[in-house]
């Protein structure tokens, strides 16, 4: 027996044993719509006359098991009442698929998320397929919603609710592995088996994993103690006010067994009080903005495999060491061994918390990073990035040195965060050649890369840089050449604010305070310290002009005393063990976050107006991922316009059909 429906396909093999494989028409990815869930529930009634042996759920498609709901369809629920019927689809189709009479299992390859994990829980079994693309999560957090259709009924009882907590409330994804490993499937097994043991396993009699006394404990009596100190651990990092989801996740659990359809409307947790909140609507807003950076780069088919950085001190070892564990060949140039061994020292550490449960993966990767005092690897590369000190004709000599050394084919980059690249060019037979790829510190943590634009960088160059940023798992933006770029354009005002405040009275601890509430990720006095004060004073004079410009009192006095912030253990603070020691203090004056986020928001205005990013949606995706701004706000020009002192910032669209995942 076989069957084809428009997203689905129902195959009976002789021994009774069905496969049900999802292969979502029109669409490199399988993400539910509502037509994709009606024949589902068409199947299931189908099923339920026919009585297989066992169902095996898999995938059609190379893309990856199921990414979730597809969010154009969610983007248009403006009301609670809607998101209430949406959510009652999906709870009663699981759940009905969670009470069939036959053996049901999930067999996993590639992306497993939102509902397409709820499905899963759904299932009797659940097999992984063990190779890099197979990740797990329950993202919808991330979102600003919560996973309802059975996520927060099933996980706990599947992996004991500590475990679970911590995957809804951070959104984090799990690889085969860890998976088998959490008992959030049965089995982990190679590509070549996945089928035959999907059949085994189905038709085993198996009975399920079973939670330990300890886990059933957590879910039943001491489900309050579990639900009180989750509430602790997100309070220490999002305020209710501005995240409502993560908090509404453990009130459901806790209060209502994970069914998200039994919260009265009025309760803060409730669907109706989720969609009320702005936050989802900004964190979707969010997520297609990070889908269209992740969209650049995709016209050039360019691919890298040897990169040569020039500078082994924290940025170019720790931008060496992220391409060697994005899977590249990396050459680490500096002025000597000894000077290129601390970022080898930094790089192992990188690979050992990236890569903790694999050994060989470790031992490659630092196989990938190789030391090159003597710039050997420049005729090799097919990327060379210059991450040297910010002096013009240190680097204007280097590049020229560069181009005559290099594959005439090879980018040639540099990461200078304030010189323009026409000025650094200016020594180049062919200055086409020379595009910025800005990265940030620290390198491993923010996603995002400036792919700068100089006055003569061939479009062609500049679109393989794009490729090559996408290709090391970095979201690009494109930017022109010009002081600070975006992100320390925008930067730059805000600490200058924030340490004007200082100078007026204002304790640090007060100043960073004020703007943590807010929504930042640190306060800019202690970004200030984190970066360097004498980077931050350099940079200050690059943006404004030189000797025309006045730094703040208690910056050049402390650059003055040697106290450069956290890298000498003295600066606005005093650093402890890598972690500023602060003050307790009250709540911060009102309006003090506005007055400080006032000259970021200016700054913004001013990049687009003059044209150093397209428009007003990659300046918000630039600030967001570049700077860690208060996603919850959509971003700083999204924000301003939901004050009413901006003009309107169009939505963005969505890319493609990657942009179409999301979880239910």
């Known amino acids: 027996m076989s069957a084809t429906y428009m997203h689905w396909r129902l195959d009976r093999e002789a021994d009774g044993v069905t496969w049900l494989r999802f292969d979502k ?6 993400t539910y719509s509502g037509e994709a869930l009606a024949e589902f529930e068409q199947i299931l009634d189908r099923l339920d006359r026919e009585r297989p042996k066992g169902l095996i759920i ?87 919603i919560v996973p309802a259709w059975g996520g927060m009924l099933r996980l706990p009882r599947t992996i004991g609710p500590a475990a679970a907590l911590d995957l809804m409330l951070t959104g984090k994804s799990v ?88 919260v009265p409307p009025e309760d803060p947790a409730s669907l109706e009080s989720i969609f009320r909140s702005p936050t989802a609507r900004n964190l979707i807003r969010v997520f297609f903005l990070q889908e269209r950076l992740k969209g650049f780069g995709k016209e050039s088919d360019f691919t890298a495999k040897r990169v040569h950085v020039i500078g082994a001190g924290v940025m170019g070892g720790d931008i060496a060491a992220w391409c060697a564990l994005r899977g590249m060949t990396v050459t680490l140039q500096d002025q000597s061994a000894e000077r290129i061994g601390p970022a080898i020292g930094r790089a192992g550490k990188l690979f050992a918390r990236r890569l903790r449960s694999d050994k060989r993966a470790q031992r490659f990767a630092m196989d990938r990073l190789i030391a090159d005092p003597q710039g050997h690897g420049v005729r090799h590369a097919d990327v060379i990035i210059e991450a040297i000190f910010e002096d013009l004709e240190v680097k204007r000599r280097l590049f020229a040195d560069l181009e ?127 970066v360097g004060l004498d980077i931050a004073m350099a940079a200050g004079k690059a943006l404004t002009g030189g000797a025309a410009a006045t730094p703040p009192r208690r910056l050049a006095e402390l650059v003055a005393a040697g106290m450069l912030g956290r890298k000498s253990g003295r600066g606005f603070y005093r650093w402890e063990d890598g972690k500023a020691q602060k003050e307790t203090v009250a709540d911060a004056p009102p309006r003090l976050a506005d007055r400080i986020i006032e000259p970021l928001l200016a700054a913004a205005r001013r990049c687009v107006e003059a044209g150093v990013v397209a428009d007003a949606e990659l300046a918000d995706a630039g600030v967001i991922f570049g700077t860690g701004f208060a996603p919850f706000t959509g971003g700083p020009l999204h924000f301003a316009e939901s004050r009413g002192d901006a003009p309107p910032v169009p939505a963005p669209a969505p890319a493609d059909d990657a942009s179409r995942m999301a979880p239910a």
Not at 192 to 210: I, K
Not at 495 to 512: F, I, N, S, Y
């Open 404 to 530: 005559a050394r290099a594959r005439p084919d090879a980018i040639l980059a540099t990461n200078t965060s304030s010189l323009r690249i026409e000025d650094i060019a200016e020594g180049l037979a062919r200055p086409s050649r020379l595009v910025g790829i800005h990265f940030f510190n620290p390198v491993a943590m923010l996603p995002l890369v400036e792919v700068v634009r100089g006055a003569g960088t061939d479009e062609v160059v500049m679109r393989q840089a794009l490729a090559f940023v996408r290709s090391i798992d970095k979201l690009p933006l494109p930017v022109e050449s010009a002081p600070g770029f975006l992100v320390n354009a925008v930067l730059g005002p805000y600490m200058l604010e924030a340490m004007r405040c200082v100078d007026e009275g204002t304790p640090p601890e007060v100043v960073d305070k004020a703007l943590v509430d807010f929504g930042m990720p640190m306060g800019p006095i202690e970004l200030v310290d984190t």
């Open 58 to 144: 898999a995938s059609a498609k190379s893309a990856g098991f199921i990414a979730g709901a597809d969010i154009e369809e969610f983007t248009r629920i403006d009301s609670g009442a809607e998101a209430r019927r949406m959510v009652e689809r999906g709870w009663a189709l699981f759940n009905r698929l969670a009470e069939v009479g036959y053996p049901t299992l999930a067999l996993i390859r590639g992306h497993c998320m939102g509902g397409g994990l709820e499905m899963s829980l759904a299932c009797r079994y659940r097999i992984a397929v063990d190779e890099p693309g197979t990740r797990m999560a329950l993202p919808e957090v991330m979102l600003g």
């Open 175 to 262: 690889n085969a592995g860890k998976a088998r490993k959490l008992g959030l499937v049965d089995e982990s097994v190679p590509l070549r088996v996945m089928d035959n043991a999907a059949r085994m396993l189905v038709t085993s009699g198996r009975e399920p994993r079973q939670l330990s006394l300890l886990h059933k404990l957590m879910n039943g009596p001491a489900r309050r103690l579990v639900a009180d100190k989750a509430r602790k651990q997100v309070a220490a990092k999002a305020r209710r006010e501005h995240y409502p989801a993560p908090y509404a996740i453990i009130d459901i659990w806790e209060r209502f067994e994970g069914n998200a359809l039994a």
């Open 25 to 30: 028409a029109g669409s490199n990815t399988n």
